[in-house]
């Protein structure tokens, strides 16, 4: 008997021991910033693995925009919710490299001193606006343009209630009131 309690012993210490010496793998760091694709990029991997687009349609002279990278694409909720459920864009609507898109080819459209991009007028319903986010869902259609800035707050409502299909079943406005603070209250 007391051999079985000096082997048991024996082993206990041997596996703790065993499992000190485990290699640490430590969890992998939360990403500080959103993880931009190209268009080309987030066609891409849509084929590979489908999963919903948001699009960041801008310009460089775009006061706008540029609060709202500031403020709202740097918010720590926004950019965990985005890195995880969608693959975000930043596209520049004043871009003249042209971007296909599998078969489709879209191109720059001059017009006098600058112009628009063909993607540009198709992603915003040919009605350019600066900042305006647009939702693909997994297999590229458009679900919604949304034009003009909004704080950070606002923006998670808005980017949940697309990347968890709420849109589908109930109104933004209950979907606000209602259905976010009971799945977003921290």
């Known amino acids: 008997m007391k051999l079985q309690s000096v082997a048991l012993v024996l082993a206990s210490i041997v596996l703790t021991s065993l499992l000190a010496l ?41 006061s706008w925009c540029k609060v709202m990278d500031r403020e709202t694409y740097t918010n720590a909720r926004v950019i965990e919710y985005i890195n995880k459920n969608y693959y975000p864009v930043k596209f520049n609507a004043e871009q003249r490299a042209p971007v296909t898109l599998g078969q489709q080819k879209f191109e720059f459209i001059a017009q006098g001193k600058s112009g628009v991009h063909q993607l540009a007028l198709g992603l915003t319903n040919n009605q350019p606006s600066y900042p305006t986010t647009v939702f693909l869902d997994e297999k590229m259609q458009l679900i919604q343009p949304l034009p003009g800035y909004l704080k950070a707050k606002e923006f998670h409502k808005v980017i949940t209630f697309f990347g968890d299909n709420h849109y589908q079943k109930v109104p933004f406005e209950k979907y606000k009131s209602e259905t976010y603070p009971k799945l977003y209250s921290k």
């Not at 990403?31 to 460089?60: F, G, N």
């Open 22 to 62: 485990r290699p640490h793998t430590p969890a992998l760091p939360k990403a500080d910033k959103i993880q931009w694709l190209t268009m080309e990029q987030a066609y891409a991997r849509t084929q590979q693995e489908p999963r919903k687009i948001l699009v960041d349609i801008y310009t460089d002279w775009c």
